[in-house]
């Protein structure tokens, strides 16, 4: 029988457009050859936010002192049992997507999918092959870790982001080539978990692209916590031996040598569409191999949807997911398109960092007259409270209006304070609407909302 909508992928791109697509009556195929919920689920997001949570419980620990508790003896850390423990949540919420599928009747299949033409898809499992015929077809494929030439991975001395996540020690000492944000947040954790952290990243600042006063904050914090950053670093080479890994970079004109237990490489993601037979179709890719899509998720075969990773722009699950409900709605013939305005984007480093809507550059490129209202987490109790009350609040609005325009957030939570600032760009509020909103006190949103009474002149606690 000919399906209605094949999904190719079991992240949180391709598992949500399935069960989103199964909602609206449709007969649902999806496939994946990596383990449902994809890298966010087994080798992303999900495990790398479990080893943060080890380490920050473990420095949080190490340094309570200061609120009058002792720990006395040794606190040690079982890197195997953090491991045990991240498996156990991974286990726990990749079961949870493989119920979610059943109980919206979506049938799965284990296996790498290739297009035999543009309306059949071939599924090959061990020993086994299938194949459909589609209506439609979503393309959620992914991205996996970018090696370099210089420095290729062998599970070992040099590893991805994936082995990272899943060491049963921790290295004495660990490079990190690439200081982009699966980089930094790894290289803090392990920082905390007890290695010595190297980070080289090749441009003048650590997550470039970030807007620089946010990764100041970051920068400091590292430097307190120990770690040595090295930037302007091009890797020129490197080997390995039986004890570890050595590495070459360039820096600023000369070259210097780093040794260390292990190299982790984060230099970015390079699309899965190897073996998706895309040339038995027209799906057009770009010239990094990202599939083409419009603002409808739809690839140059019109009927052949790709969303997520493989079809570029910011690599985050909430965007895959995000893209898997329109892809399914467009499908379902609802008139819909993505509208990325308001996306938050989210750094879980220390402190972390989120924004969300224009950064104030972005704002006067698009014609508006910005005008930017930063309020401290210093001056917050709850900040206090926390002992973390370095980083603040910025709000980018347009002076003529005060309407919100992008907020930019590094401090404590930041990822979850990012929401309201999602809430206000995607209601177009005003500066004033969202000071005029009473918020609970001690809390860290109390600091978007002075941030927003700053707008206007009005913040009680600024100097
Ligand atoms: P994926 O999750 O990559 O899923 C694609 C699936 O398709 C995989 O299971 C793959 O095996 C399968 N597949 C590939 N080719 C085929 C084929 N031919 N046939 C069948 N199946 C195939 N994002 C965030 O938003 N927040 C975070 O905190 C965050 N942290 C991260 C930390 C790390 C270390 C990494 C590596 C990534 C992180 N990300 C984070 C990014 C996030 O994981 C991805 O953006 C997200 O998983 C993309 O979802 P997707 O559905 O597009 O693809």
């Known amino acids: 029988m000919k399906k209605d909508v094949v999904v190719i992928g079991g992240g949180p791109g391709g598992y949500v457009a399935a069960i989103r697509a ?25 495990p790398s936010k479990a080893l ?17 508790i002792d720990v006395n003896g040794d606190i040690t850390v079982d890197l195997q049992r953090v491991m045990e423990w991240k498996n156990g949540l991974i286990k726990k919420l990749t079961s949870g997507v493989a119920s979610l599928l059943k109980a919206n009747q979506v049938e799965v299949y284990s296996g790498t999918a290739t297009f035999i033409d543009n309306q059949t898809i071939q599924v090959n499992t061990t020993g086994q092959s299938h194949k459909f015929q589609f209506y439609h077809c979503i393309i959620a494929t992914g991205a996996k870790p970018a090696e370099l030439q210089i420095l290729p991975f062998d599970g070992d001395k040099v590893i991805s982001s994936t082995e990272a996540l899943q060491l049963q020690s921790v290295p004495q000492k660990l490079l990190i080539v690439g200081g982009g ?7 803090i954790a392990y920082q905390k978990l007890g290695s010595e952290v190297t980070i080289l990243e090749g441009l003048s600042q650590v997550l470039p692209g970030v807007d620089s006063t946010l990764v100041r904050v970051v920068t400091k914090r590292l430097k307190q916590l120990g770690i040595n950053v090295k930037t302007n670093a091009k890797v020129t080479g490197g080997n390995t031996d039986g004890d570890g890994v050595e590495i070459q970079a360039a820096i600023n004109g000369s070259e210097q040598h780093f040794r260390a237990d292990q190299a982790l490489v984060a230099v970015g993601r390079v699309p899965n569409t190897a073996d998706l037979g895309l040339e038995n179709t027209l799906v057009e890719t770009d010239e990094k191999g990202f599939i083409r899509v419009d603002s409808q998720l739809r690839t140059t075969e019109n009927h052949i949807f790709a969303i997520g990773d493989v079809a570029g722009g910011p690599l985050l699950a909430h965007k895959a997911s995000f893209e898997g409900k329109i892809a399914a709605e467009v499908i379902n013939r609802e008139d819909v398109e993505v509208d990325y305005r308001a996306m938050p984007y989210v750094i ?16 006067e490129e ?39 325009l992008g907020v930019q957030i590094v401090g404590p939570e930041a990822s979850t304070l990012i929401s309201e600032a999602v809430i206000a760009i995607e209601m177009e509020m005003s500066a004033e609407d969202l000071g005029l909103m009473i918020h609970a006190h001690p809390t860290l949103p109390e600091v978007l909302q002075e941030a927003a009474e700053g707008v206007l002149n009005q913040a009680i606690h600024m100097v």
């Open 52 to 68: 943060i949570t080890a380490a920050d419980r473990l420095e949080m620990i190490r340094h309570s002192s200061q609120l009058g």
């Open 366 to 404: 698009q014609g508006y007259d910005p005008m930017v209202s930063r309020m401290a987490f210093q001056a917050n109790g709850r900040a206090l409270t926390l002992g973390k009350d370095s980083g603040f609040i910025q709000i980018v609005s347009d002076k003529p209006t005060q309407q919100i």
């Open 22 to 46: 199964a909602q609206s009556g449709k007969n649902v195929v999806i496939i994946d050859n990596g383990g449902l919920g994809g890298t966010c689920l087994t080798r992303g997001c999900i």
């Open 348 to 363: 879980f480093s220390d402190p972390e960092i989120a924004y969300t809507g224009l950064q104030p550059k972005e704002a």
């Open 181 to 187: 944000y699966i980089g930094l947040e790894l290289g």
